[in-house]
């Protein structure tokens, strides 16, 4: 019961306190604010970047042409091959034939110049379609895939989507960085001015030690005033995040300048980072005031 | 029965500054103390160890059963309840009212609302300012203002009221309308009280029991004694 009395007094005063020292209170809240608003880029930018390589990664496929005639026995034995192989994740088999029709099926042309060859005339080549654990090793995959026997050619992703891969794995690093030292940034600036609030409240702190108030008794409406601090500093960062991006995916229809590169749909991408900005604030505002009080509760 | 024992305290600061050398005292509980001696005699330093600002060096503080020295920083708040502290400079919250100060000390430590209620207008009573709940600090006088500091302090009903110059702002008129004040708490609620003051005038008037300190040595302990330099 006088727990509860005192957890509903320290809301009480904390809501109090935020009012009474309003200048101090909208100076903490602009610094969450615009710290978050810079938190919730990175973490849009950061998810984007991470959803279109994983894309462009699931799309990233090595073709495994075997040799002309080749025997069914042959194939089997390719197939066993290719299943010995670590970073191979899933493969499917794909004759001359079925590429024949899939052409035929794609393009009026194709359909035309391939109706007149039979299957000893035709160039195409009976093919593995591989798809690999990890993309980064596509290339070291598919060479090993090429000194398999009964193997003509293996063609995998160009050159410039190997880098496009590496560079956006890069990318993604770099953002998360951000997204952190971001987080550790709000939280010093944080501290320090909710610092400056309790230092304007010293007094208020020294009373409540004299007239034996426990240190929880103490800390807890501080906590409480920075997590709602922490809330409030998040409202702005929510609307943007959530008006901002939805506009930002109308604008680009959903594409940033090509097909390639796919953003992620708002819906619930938005209440996601919506939450994640709201208890960033929450957690900050809370770990900001409760290591700046601290200073005041040594005896 | 003993309230406060002092046995060979010594405090010495970190900058190297001896204040209190080897102390030896025993207050009886419901007596009214006054600590006096010039500047640097170590009486503020001895309130401050009675209340654990400060802890001695050397030596027990025993008050009301509990060893001070020994307290942890996390359990002083233990200590702090069984005691009231007034100070020269009031230490008031100046946004809030006479009756939520009062009432600050008792919402600490998680008192019920009806409870506060009583007891804050009990204590303004006692201190004579049951007219002025609604008034803010700065609108009251110094000695009103001490008056306040003193229903804060003792609105948690304390075995002990620590005092530390509480008159020297005021004038002598007012001090003495103070000291009244103090007088009849101990009187009524059998409070110990232990006041460090420098004012002779006090002193002298008062006719109660003298700790003289001179340099962080006790130079004398008199009942009904008088300021003697």
């Not at chain 1, 005192?6 to 200048?23: C, E, H, P, Q």
């Not at chain 1, 359909?111 to 160039?123: A, F, K």
Request: proline share 2%; aromatic share 8%; glycine share 6%.
């Amino acid at each position: 019961m006088k727990l509860f009395r005192m957890l509903g007094r320290s809301i009480r005063d904390a809501i109090k306190s935020v009012i009474r020292n309003f200048s101090l209170s909208l100076a903490s809240i602009s610094c969450i604010t615009i710290t978050l608003i810079i938190v919730a880029i990175a973490i849009i930018a950061s998810y984007n970047v991470q959803n279109f390589t994983k894309e462009i990664e699931r799309d990233m496929t090595i073709v495994v042409f075997l040799e002309n005639g080749i025997e069914q026995e042959d194939i089997d034995d390719v197939e066993k091959e290719l299943k010995s192989i670590k970073n191979v994740d899933k493969y499917t088999f794909q004759s001359k034939q079925e590429v024949k029709k899939q052409m035929q099926e794609e393009s009026e042309v194709f359909n035309t110049v391939l109706e007149n060859w039979d299957d000893d005339e035709s160039p195409l080549k009976d093919t593995f379609q591989v798809k690999v654990k990890n993309v980064e090793q596509l290339s070291a995959t598919a060479k090993k895939i090429e000194k398999v026997d009964h193997v003509s050619v293996v063609r995998y992703g160009s050159g410039m989507v190997d880098k496009m891969v590496t560079a956006f794995n890069s990318v993604e690093k770099i953002t998360f960085g951000i997204v952190i030292a971001l987080v550790v940034v709000t939280v010093f600036l944080i501290i320090n001015t909710i610092k400056l609030t309790i230092s304007a409240r010293r007094r208020e702190i020294s009373i409540m030690r004299l007239v034996g108030a426990s240190n929880f008794t103490i800390k807890t409406p501080f906590i409480i005033e920075g997590m709602i601090l922490g809330i409030f500093g998040s409202i702005v960062p929510i609307l943007i995040t959530m008006y901002g991006y939805l506009a930002f995916y109308k604008h680009f229809e959903g594409h940033l300048y090509s097909q390639l590169i796919e953003l992620i749909k708002p819906e619930p991408f938005i209440y996601q980072t919506s939450i994640i900005i709201l208890l960033i604030g929450i957690i900050v505002g809370m770990i900001g005031s409760a290591s700046a009080v601290r200073k005041y509760l040594k005896v | 029965m003993d309230l406060i024992r002092i046995k060979n305290v010594e405090k010495k600061y970190r900058n190297g500054v001896t204040a209190i050398y080897d102390l030896n005292l025993a207050i009886e509980k419901g007596s009214f103390v006054f600590v006096i001696g010039g500047s640097g005699s170590g009486k503020s330093t001895l309130i401050k160890m009675l209340y654990r600002e400060e802890k001695p060096t050397k030596g027990q503080v025993i008050v009301g059963g509990l060893d001070v020295a020994k307290l942890k920083n996390k359990k002083v708040y233990k200590l702090r309840r069984k005691l009231g502290i007034v100070f020269q400079d009031y230490r008031l919250l100046p946004k809030q009212t006479v009756y939520e100060n009062v009432a600050f000390a008792l919402e600490c430590i998680g008192e019920k609302k009806d409870i506060i209620r009583t007891k804050v207008l009990k204590a303004l009573e006692d201190v004579g300012l049951k007219n002025k709940v609604h008034n803010y600090p700065d609108q009251l006088s110094g000695g009103e203002q001490q008056r306040v500091a003193i229903a804060r302090a003792i609105v948690n009903d304390p075995k002990l009221l620590l005092c530390d110059e509480p008159t020297g702002n005021l004038d002598p008129e007012k001090s003495m309308e103070i000291m009244k004040v103090l007088e009849d708490i101990n009187k009524m609620r059998g409070t110990t009280i232990i006041m460090a003051t420098h004012d002779k005038e006090i002193v002298n008037k008062m006719k109660k029991q003298v700790i003289t300190l001179k340099d962080g040595h006790l130079v004398k302990f008199k009942q009904k004694g008088t300021y003697v330099e």
